[in-house]
């Protein structure tokens, strides 16, 4: 199975994927570090709103599913993570490619919860302040190519992340195991 996540800054992709790949036995891939090479290659700096802003570009002259599409073309294996999908031309892009092996999953957690996360993380400037947190969230949510809302509202599975690491993995243990009976 190939799942695809999606959420805002901090609602725990990552942590969604870390659970998935061991369970599953297989790599996560994330659309992230796909545009950071690609900035690499480029010379550019990759800040948050560097990305935000490389990313709208990209998709603008390379079309909206590009980053997926090019990442679909790598993998090889039966089951893999997609995670950080941002918009609904990368969901079509990935159910295109794998059809009925495909699920996204929405992961969300309350704002404040996922503003701790992230400033827990201390990734560049992406937590500084509430307000800070809150404008990258909205430019992600639904605007300048971006749309994870659109993609939550078309996931297969929403699994809300806003309690503890165990309750987290039961939801997720759950998914996988309706997907191994929808499977055979």
């Not at 790598?74 to 031309?89: L, P, Q």
């Amino acid at each position: 199975m190939i799942y695809g996540l999606t959420g805002l800054l901090g609602a725990g992709k990552g942590t969604v994927a870390r659970i998935i790949s061991r369970e599953q036995r297989c790599r996560a891939w994330l659309m992230s570090d796909e545009l950071r090479a690609m900035m690499r290659k480029r010379g550019l700096k990759t800040t948050r709103k560097g990305m935000q802003d490389f990313a709208v570009e990209t998709r603008r002259v390379k079309g909206e599913g590009f980053v997926a599409e090019l990442l679909a073309k790598k993998i090889r294996s039966r089951n893999a993570v997609v995670d950080g999908m941002r918009n609904t031309a990368e969901v079509r892009a990935l159910r295109k490619r794998f059809g009925r092996r495909f699920r996204l999953l929405a992961v969300s957690a309350p704002l404040r919860v996922r503003f701790g996360r992230a400033r827990k993380r201390s990734r560049e400037a992406e937590a500084r302040t509430l307000s800070a947190f809150r404008k990258s969230d909205r430019r992600e949510a639904k605007s300048e190519g971006f749309g994870v809302r659109a993609c939550m509202r078309a996931a297969d599975y929403k699994i809300d992340n806003g309690g503890s690491l165990a309750a987290l993995r039961k939801r997720v243990l759950s998914i996988l195991e309706r997907d191994r009976v929808l499977q055979h």
